[in-house]
């Protein structure tokens, strides 16, 4: 009845008069046909969330199989942010980073200011 009310509130006046003028029968059997394509298009949308559905849940299953199944070159996203934080706390106590960075230097320009003063005239004790 609802649709029925929906339907006739569409209509504009000439529209409305015409429906009324019909036989009852052709205005019982275009309502069938609203509620028939009604239907139709309702089984329709039913059946593409149906598709949609089936489609997700086949995704789920091969995305989970292929992060349970321990490959390492297919990481999930979380997997592969944790492996960046190790590599980088990791780095954080490598201990010939500290001594490239921080140690050598220092021993570099000792060497070279005493091969320099070496080279200009000086003497060792």
Not at 15 to 37: C, G, H, T, V, Y
Not at 68 to 85: F, P, Y
Not at 92 to 104: A, G, S
């Amino acid at each position: 009845m609802a649709d029925l009310k929906k339907f006739l509130t569409q209509l504009d006046d000439e529209q409305k008069n015409i429906f009324k003028a019909m036989p009852r029968e052709d205005q019982l059997l275009s309502i069938l046909s609203i509620e028939l394509s009604n239907s139709n298009r309702l089984a329709n949308v039913e059946k593409k969330q149906i598709t949609m559905e089936t489609d997700i849940q086949n995704y789920r299953i091969k995305r989970e199989k292929r992060e349970d199944s321990g490959d390492n070159e297919i990481m999930n996203t979380t997997q592969k942010i944790l492996k960046a934080l190790a590599q980088s706390k990791a780095n954080e106590f490598n201990v010939w980073l500290w001594f490239r960075d921080k140690v050598l230097p220092g021993i570099v320009s000792l060497i070279t200011l005493g091969v320099l003063y070496l080279v200009f005239g000086g003497k060792l004790p």
